[in-house]
């Protein structure tokens, strides 16, 4: 017997999705010319070429898939709340920094 999901589990697997989906989106508009979707100016920042950029993209989204099914499970050293690996914080929090620092 299975236990249910976590709501943790459930909310951040929706917002892996949605961010999915953006990316997808994001390719739709870079590579098929859509039109239904907003053009690439509104999606892209020009901080890093599109071309690092997607690579770097689907990794984010591999690395929340493997965090999500390891909540999903109970398992895996993304289980315990509030425990992040040393430093996991600090890949996203300096280019941050520097994107808001250059836009003021």
């Given at each position: 017997m ?7 589990a459930v909310v ?24 239904w979707?907003?053009?690439m100016d509104v ?8 071309r ?5 993209q ?6 929340q898939?493997v ?15 509030g425990r992040?690996?040393a ?18």
């Amino acid at each position: 017997m299975t236990r249910p999901a976590s709501r943790s589990a459930v909310v951040l697997g929706a917002l892996t999705a949605l961010f999915g989906c953006r990316v997808a989106g994001q390719a739709l508009v870079a590579f098929l010319g859509v039109t239904w979707l907003p053009p690439m100016d509104v999606w892209f920042s020009g901080l890093l070429p599109y071309r690092l950029l997607l690579p770097l993209q689907i990794v984010i989204l591999f690395v929340q898939i493997v965090i999500d099914r390891d909540l999903w499970r109970g398992q895996g050293s993304s289980r315990v709340p509030g425990r992040a690996p040393a430093g996991g914080s600090s890949g996203s929090r300096t280019p941050m920094r520097c994107r808001w620092s250059s836009a003021t």
